[in-house]
Structure formats: structure tokens, C-alpha cells
């Protein structure tokens, strides 16, 4: 390369319009395309070069390039004495910069040119022009060379031609055109792929572009010219051409030029439509969007008509038998796109229909062996065959006469599904380089369509398991009130870890529970359901919230490093009207007072993720009264990305305070104003899932509560049953006072039994059951057993368990608690 050229022009010269202009054509001319593979030997000898070389292209290919290419050296310049070079031999004739034989040893990083003279065929000579470009990248190509033979240029104007011609490089936007330039170099490389052509063509533009030097400030750019003198003969050739390739004739000498033409027209245009389709398809993994795309990619432009049929399994998002179909396999028509006037096929086939197909179809045989079948007219007879298929219609009109590719939908060696191509009778038929476009497409597409079943099944699983592991939470418990809504993520992935729950505890309180493990997908719908399954057994346990939070920490690290969640859990005691509240990393909650509408953010201890581990967590108590609202959710509700987190906690705050007709009405208004806010903010859409619980703590009348202290005493059994009966006749429910009077005394023997030194204490507690509760200073907790008839105990607890609607045993800090229910009567 001369970069002294370049370098040492003025700034003006890099203009190059005097120069395009004042040269007409000077930059037009027939090039010669050689590649060199890594090994040095030519993998690309392209018409021009063997034109210019004079040697065949299955002569060259496979061949070193320094025994075809003139390196500098080879043998010394002609002379008046010695006359020409012999055939064959090359001489070096002034070269510019390092010469090609440096380039073609891989010695130069940087592009180089030069000029060249070769011998031709009997006493004449050849005088060349040569650019050479080092490549680089993934692919076999190492080195890019262009010649051109100089001749022409030497005497384009009829008077004696150009003194001084050199070839250069220079950037393609110092021309007119420049975008033309860039648009036209890929006329002048071989047949490729499309990214590989794209990825030469970069190195290109980035090296230097091809130019011509008439003098230091006189430079115009090549531009290939494949050397056809009139446009309308070219056409008439590449016709003929045409004719012969289409009929599977070889094509005539005279005419192979535009034979080669016309198939790397083809072959590039099939590249660029499968290019285009590529990028087209698989924008998202939704199953139904993505065969949307695949139908719609390919009409109107390869083809009229497109039906894709689909497994009956695929469609539904489950698994099937990979083996091959048969006659009995249900396929669903999912899409259909053509050309035709509106509803022209709506009625004869219908979207989403399901029917199998009869083994004598080109159907079935695309689908049990997983080739592409191509009938290039649909006969009279095959179209009555295929008709029989659809019950009272007629679809014969729609096809016959109707060139047909049937392609196959595979991942995976597996069939998915096939697409029905048609064309209409005045277009050109199907050929076999359209069944090899279709296959390729159907492959690209069925890798995409793969991967959004895929996607589909695993997120049915995910859903199904998230389903399954939410709980159905009564809308009235013990005291109080309560609604929740869960609402699945937009995102792709949207399956997550939040959970909610609400646990029936000991002494007629509730345990609110939200929590959110990080992540989202299968693995986090998996944990949420571990952690959710532990927090409802240490629940039951009575264990304080603090202590409990401790324990589901040591739990996630002992699962695993990964397992990182947030928790806030309450206790709501209805008799003493307080929330018990510890908090885990988590937003906190807010507490809507009754009395004067007025909300709140309660400033809890934050604590520290589950699964961090080493952390203390720590309880508090809030004072609530009959008719205040908790509000407990998880993040997704009220953050937004590119929003701070304190907008959506104070929307929350004033929304949970607006009056509503019910609980369900009250969320309802959250989750629409917080949504009004982000919306209004500009910030898009809710992402991530949302978990989100509202109780209305209504509280326990002291009327509704009996407590009595008992001496651990058998001679006070009787006081207690006493006591139970009449206080139930005092509330109005003596349907209950036998059952109850039965249960209290098994219950208190039990305890007088095995209490230590403490009373006993009896409460009843009215809700919306009637509640029994014993407790004593004993710590081991009784257990149903099954006493044999010589047994003297054991058939206490037998007796409860058949009475009771429920019950159950707690540790309390003095000692146990045990504790039954009973239906109340229903009230006229």
C-alpha cells in the first residue's frame, strides 16, 4: 500500500469529485476476485480472473497462489534484447509499496497494492494493477485479492490514454456516492453467506477502498463492470441462460458467463430471504406470536398461501411422544396468511381446526419422514384427494393448478408440525432450490417455535406449581377480615417466589405472612413453596415472629447458598388488639387507623434477607383497635425501574387509606391507582409479580371472652364444667353446653393431671367458632393414642378428636396449651 499517497495528499484532494468527474468511467472496470484460504491456496477464482489469467476455475482452485499469482520477483522485466517474458511467467513491473508476495506469505497486517506484468498468450504481455487485503475473522478466508488488467484504462479517451496510473486506498466517504460504494462492494466478492459478505465487506471499508491515481490530487474509485457492452443483449443471454437452467439442461458455452450470473443471483437472494426471515421470527418466546411471525414471514414474498399445522400437544404446551406421527396424530391449523381477496379461505379452513391426515397424502409423508415434498402442480387428481379431507368443502378451487412445497417443522430430529406452501398457477413453480429456501426456513423456524413451546410447557409447570402452592385463605378468620390478590409478572420468566399466607394460631390469633424469594422462574416458584411450607409449620408451632424468622434462616442456608428471600410476618392478637410484627429485609407494611382514616408506614427493625444468615431479627409490638386495616405487600406493587421506590410506597399509603365497599374493592384500588401513578410517570408497565394481603382487624368483644383460674386440684374439675355450662346458657347457646362440659372436663382432668404447681387456666372464647382453651405448666404435649380396653388412660384425647370441629396443642412460655372448637348453631 502507498500510504505515503494517501498521507501526503492535500486536504482537497480527498474530495475526488474533479477526479470522478473529469474520468467519466475511468473507475468501472473488470475486475478480477481471487481469495486466498489459510493454508495459501486459492479458494475463489472468480470469471474475471480467468479472464485475466487465462486459467480455468477448476484449474485453480486448490492451488498455492504464489505459483498463479504475480508475486514480485518471479523473473526479471523484458527487454529489447531479451524480448517478452515466456507464457505463463510473471515479472515484476514497478511495484507500489511491499510487494504481493508478502501479502500472499501473510506477512502484512495492512492492506497493499502494486502493479504487475504478466505474459499472455503469444508475443504479448499484460500489464496489471493489484490490491491486496488481509482478512480476519472466523471463517477460512485469509486474504482478499482484486487485479485489474490496465489496458483499457491506458487508452480509454482514443488519444494516447492516461500517463500515470496507480492503484490506492481511500476512504469510500471521500467520494460522491459514498453509500453507493459500500452498497456495490459486495458485487465484487464471492458467493457467500450473508455474514460473511457483510463481514469482508466491513474489513474493507475499514482498510481502504479500492481507488485509481491519476496524479497526486486525481483519484477516482473502482467500481466493478463485469465488461457487458449493451444491457438489453446481457438480458437476452442471461434469458437463454435462464431457460436452460430452468429445464435442467446444461447451459450452452457462449452462455456460462451469465449462467454463473444467474445462479449467484439466486443463491444470493435465497441467502438474504432466509437472512430477512431470521430476523424476523422468534422476537418473543409466546407460542402464538411466534407462529404468527413464521407464517407471516414468507408471504407474499416466496410464497402465496402459508398454513401451518401444528401437534395437538404443541399447541396445548405439553409432551409428547417424540416418535414418528401416524395416521391417527391430531394436527391443529394455527395460522394461515395469503394473498387472496379477504375470507376467500376463512370458511373451507378455518383457523384452529384439528383433523389427521391419510397416509396416501404428500402430508403425511412431509411428517413421518421429515423431508421437504414439493409438487410443482396440484393435479385434478390430487386435488380431489386432498378435498376428501375436509367434510363438505370444497376446497379444490383453492388449490388445484397450485404449485405446493410441504415443508417439515423440526427440533431436535423431532416433528413438530409442517407448513403448506402454495403458489398461485401465473407465478413460477416450486424448484429445488426453493426446497432447499423452504427447508432451511422450516428449520430456523422450527428451532424458533421449539424454543416457545418449550418456554410455554415450562411456564404451565411453573404456574401450575405457583397455583398449587398459594393458598386459599378464607375471607373470614378469627377476628378478622381478609383479601389478597396475586398478580404474575409481564416479563419474559414471570413465574416468581412471592407468596402470601394467613395461619391459624392458638388463642383465636392470625399469622400474616408476605414474603418474596429473589428471582423469578421455576427454581423461585420451588423455594417460595419450601419456604412458605416452613413458615406454616413453624407457625402452628406458636413460635414468636422473631424466633421464627431465626429459624427460617437457618433453614434457606442450610438449602443452599442461593436461597435469598425477603419475609414480613404478623401476629394479630384480637382479645389484646395488638399486631406482633418482625420484619426480614422486606418493604413494610401500612396500618390504616379505623378512627380517623389516617395511614401509615410502621416503622419496623428491617432486618436482613432470609438466607444472609448471622443477622438478628427483632419483634414489635403495635397497639391496633377494632376496624384498622395492615396492608402487607411485596415490591413488585409499588417499584418500578427508573422510579424511587418512596413514590410508590407513599401511593400506597394514601390509596389504602381511600373508603371501599368491601376488602376485595379495597385492593382493587391499589393495585389501579399505583398503576395509574408509574403510568402517568412515563415509567411503562408493572414487570414483576405481585403479592399483596389486607386484613381488617375487627377485634373480639371482652364480652365474647370467659377466663377462669383452677386449682391443679380432680375436686375442681367439676367447678370448671359448671362454670362452662352456665356461662354458655348466658350467651345463649345451650345446644352447646353438653358437648362443651364433656370436652372441658377430659381436657382439665388431663391437665390437673399433669400440672406441676401453677393453676390451670380455662377461657372460652365466642367467634365465629365457640374456642376452648387449657393450659398448665406442664411441657410435654399429649398425643392421640389408641388405648386397648385394659387400659386406664389414654381415651381422653380420643373423646376430643371425635367432638371437637378441631384442635391441637402449643408450647407456651410456661408451659402447653390445648385447645378445641366447636361449631355454633346457626342463628334464625
Not at 437476452?236 to 443471483?265: C, M, N, T
Not at 362454670?723 to 353446653?737: F, I, N, S, T
Request: hydrophobic share 40%; with cysteine.
Amino acid at each position: 500500500m502507498d500510504r505515503g499517497t494517501e498521507q501526503d495528499a492535500p486536504p482537497d484532494s480527498r474530495a475526488g469529485d474533479g477526479a470522478a468527474a473529469g474520468h467519466g468511467g475511468a473507475g468501472r472496470i473488470p475486475l478480477a476476485v481471487v481469495v486466498v484460504d489459510r493454508d495459501g491456496l486459492v479458494s475463489h477464482w472468480s470469471r474475471g480472473a480467468r479472464r485475466l489469467f487465462s486459467l480455468a476455475k477448476e484449474d485453480a482452485l486448490g492451488r498455492p497462489a504464489v505459483d498463479l499469482l504475480p508475486v514480485t520477483g518471479a523473473l526479471p522485466e523484458e527487454s529489447e534484447d531479451e524480448g517478452p517474458a515466456p507464457d505463463g511467467a510473471y515479472a515484476a513491473y514497478d511495484g507500489l509499496g511491499p510487494g504481493l508476495g508478502a501479502s500472499l506469505g501473510g506477512g502484512l497486517s495492512y492492506p497493499a497494492a502494486g502493479r504487475a506484468r504478466l505474459a499472455a498468450s503469444g508475443n504479448g504481455r499484460v500489464d496489471m494493477l493489484w490490491w491486496a487485503y488481509p482478512l480476519v475473522g472466523p471463517g477460512r478466508e485469509r486474504l482478499l485479492v482484486l487485479a485489474a488488467d490496465t489496458d483499457g484504462l491506458l487508452r480509454t479517451d482514443g488519444a494516447g490514454g492516461y500517463e500515470h496510473i496507480a492503484p490506492g486506498f481511500a476512504l469510500h466517504t471521500d467520494f460522491p456516492g459514498s453509500e453507493d460504494l459500500a452498497r456495490r462492494l459486495p458485487e465484487i466478492l464471492p458467493s457467500m453467506s450473508v455474514g460473511d459478505s457483510a463481514r469482508i465487506v466491513a474489513q474493507v471499508l475499514e482498510l481502504g477502498y479500492p481507488v485509481l491515481e491519476f496524479s497526486q490530487n486525481d483519484r477516482v474509485p473502482v467500481t466493478p463492470d463485469w465488461g457487458v457492452p449493451r444491457r438489453a443483449e446481457r438480458r437476452k443471454r442471461r434469458e437463454r441462460a435462464a431457460r436452460a437452467l430452468a429445464a435442467g439442461e446444461p447451459v450452452p458455452e457462449e452462455l456460462r458467463d451469465e449462467g454463473e450470473d444467474l445462479e449467484y443471483a439466486a443463491v444470493r437472494e435465497h441467502l438474504e430471504f432466509l437472512n430477512e426471515v431470521s430476523s424476523r421470527i422468534g422476537t418473543s418466546l409466546d407460542l402464538a406470536r411466534t407462529i404468527v411471525e413464521v407464517s407471516k414471514a414468507v408471504v407474499p414474498r416466496f410464497t402465496d398461501v402459508a398454513g401451518t399445522y401444528l401437534r395437538e400437544q404443541v399447541v396445548a404446551g405439553e409432551g409428547f411422544d417424540e416418535g414418528v406421527p401416524d395416521t391417527t396424530t391430531m394436527w391443529h391449523r394455527v395460522a394461515l396468511e395469503h394473498t387472496d381477496e379477504p375470507g376467500r379461505w376463512d370458511d373451507v379452513v378455518p383457523v384452529g381446526e384439528a383433523m389427521p391426515f391419510p397416509a396416501h397424502t404428500p402430508f403425511f409423508q412431509c411428517m413421518t419422514t421429515g423431508e421437504p415434498v414439493l409438487v410443482p402442480r396440484i393435479s385434478e387428481e390430487m386435488g380431489h384427494a386432498v378435498a376428501s379431507q375436509f367434510e363438505k368443502r370444497d376446497i379444490r378451487p383453492l388449490i388445484t393448478g397450485r404449485s405446493m412445497l410441504v415443508v417439515p417443522l423440526k427440533a431436535r430430529h423431532v416433528v413438530l408440525g409442517f407448513m403448506i406452501l402454495l403458489r398461485h398457477p401465473e407465478r413460477q413453480v416450486f424448484n429445488d432450490m426453493d426446497r432447499v429456501t423452504g427447508a432451511e426456513l422450516a428449520a430456523r423456524a422450527g428451532l424458533v417455535l421449539d424454543n416457545a413451546r418449550m418456554y410455554t410447557y415450562q411456564e404451565n409447570v411453573a404456574e401450575t406449581l405457583q397455583d398449587s402452592m398459594l393458598p386459599h385463605i378464607p375471607p373470614r378468620m378469627a377476628g378478622c377480615d381478609v383479601a389478597t390478590r396475586y398478580l404474575p409478572g409481564t416479563l419474559l420468566g414471570r413465574i416468581g417466589g412471592d407468596w402470601f399466607d394467613a395461619v391459624k394460631l392458638p388463642g383465636a390469633r392470625t399469622a400474616f405472612v408476605v414474603g418474596d424469594v429473589m428471582g423469578h422462574g421455576l427454581n423461585s416458584a420451588a423455594m417460595m413453596g419450601q419456604l412458605r411450607t416452613a413458615v406454616q409449620t413453624m407457625a402452628a408451632l406458636d413460635l414468636p415472629p422473631a424466633q421464627l424468622l431465626r429459624n427460617l434462616d437457618d433453614l434457606a442456608q442450610r438449602l443452599g447458598d442461593t436461597y435469598l428471600a425477603t419475609c414480613l410476618y404478623a401476629v394479630y392478637d384480637p382479645i389484646a388488639s395488638e399486631l406482633r410484627l418482625a420484619n426480614a429485609g422486606h418493604i413494610p407494611p401500612v396500618l390504616v387507623r379505623a378512627a380517623d382514616g389516617r395511614s401509615e408506614l410502621l416503622d419496623l427493625p428491617t432486618g436482613a434477607p432470609i438466607g444472609v444468615g448471622g443477622v438478628p431479627f427483632e419483634a414489635v409490638r403495635v397497639p391496633v383497635e377494632p376496624g384498622d386495616r395492615l396492608v402487607m405487600c411485596t415490591d413488585g406493587l409499588v417499584e418500578v425501574r427508573g422510579e424511587d421506590i418512596g413514590v410508590g410506597l407513599a401511593t400506597l399509603c394514601e390509596s389504602a387509606a381511600h373508603p371501599a365497599a368491601s376488602m376485595d374493592d379495597a385492593c382493587d384500588t391499589i393495585i389501579r391507582e399505583l398503576a395509574v401513578t408509574f403510568s402517568e410517570a412515563g415509567r411503562g408497565g408493572r414487570k414483576d409479580d405481585v403479592a399483596l394481603l389486607m386484613a381488617r382487624l375487627g377485634g373480639i368483644e371482652p364480652d365474647d371472652v370467659a377466663e377462669w383460674r383452677i386449682a391443679p386440684e380432680p375436686s375442681e374439675v367439676g367447678r370448671a364444667r359448671a362454670a362452662v355450662r352456665e356461662q354458655l346458657y348466658d350467651w345463649g347457646l345451650p345446644k352447646l353446653a353438653d358437648s362443651a362440659e364433656l370436652l372441658v372436663s377430659e381436657l382439665v382432668t388431663n391437665a390437673v393431671r399433669h400440672s406441676h404447681a401453677r393453676p390451670v387456666a380455662l377461657r372460652l372464647v365466642r367467634g365465629d367458632t365457640l374456642l376452648c382453651e387449657v393450659e398448665d405448666d406442664d411441657h410435654e404435649l399429649p398425643t392421640l393414642i389408641d388405648a386397648r380396653p385394659a387400659d386406664e388412660s389414654g381415651r381422653g384425647l380420643r373423646v376430643v378428636s371425635t367432638l371437637a370441629r378441631q384442635w391441637g396443642t402449643s408450647r407456651t412460655t410456661a408451659g402447653k396449651s390445648v385447645w378445641c372448637e366447636l361449631t355454633l348453631p346457626r342463628r334464625r
